[in-house]
């Protein structure tokens, strides 16, 4: 339950009491309920995966429509922790896929020693330049038709498209690209140090 009344559900796959456990956040239109499989495996090893459900997806009480505008912050700094907080106190290892593996790196950079550990799966930045010829050119012409959608739509049709499901304007859409700055300006809202991002071989933030 966040501040802001918005409701999903968490879905907890019980491990070994006192074994490890995992909070996990799962790709760009991808429901909670697809991880089950998943939880269901790593449950019979001994760990426990909580799963968050995306504002606007599955068991949320929200959907994005005109009028329905949330982001990074909200997610971030409303969702995640109250989910987090409907876990259980204590340490757990962040990880997501996708999409949510950046934001899983992103909030765990702020827990200090309450984050374990780091997992991603399948997380990638989908900036043009890591591209070449017609997928770069592609993906660049995809990403600046998000604004264009959403602010026709008032979301992206991510459900009609079949890549993202329903949301607002995409997190790597061209305005979006630089998430460096959200990430340093939210930690400053909140009163917390600021945190120094790794680095690639060429000196540039990733």
Known sequence: ???????????????????????????????????????????????????HEWRGNGS?????????????????????????????AGRWHFGGHSMGGQLAAMFAAGQGADCAGVLLMATGVPHTRHFRGRQRL????????????????????????????RWLTLPFSPARFDNRFFLLEWRAEDGAPPVAPPESEEGEWI
Do not use: N
Request: aromatic share 10%; glycine share 12%.
């Open 1 to 51: 339950h966040s501040a802001d009344g918005h409701t999903s559900q968490v879905r907890l796959h019980s491990g070994s009491p006192g074994g490890p456990r995992l909070f996990w956040l799962p790709a760009l239109g991808v429901t909670a309920q697809k991880y089950d499989a998943f939880g269901q495996a790593l449950a019979a090893q001994g760990i426990t995966l909580a799963v």
């Open 60 to 88: 949320s009480s929200r959907r994005a429509k005109r009028g329905e505008d949330w982001g990074y912050r909200e997610l971030l700094r409303d969702d995640i922790p109250a989910s987090l907080a409907a876990c259980g």
């Open 138 to 165: 592609g993906m660049s012409l995809f990403a600046h038709s998000l604004p264009v959608m959403a602010r026709a739509l008032g979301y992206y049709p991510g459900h009609r498209l079949r890549f993202a499901g």
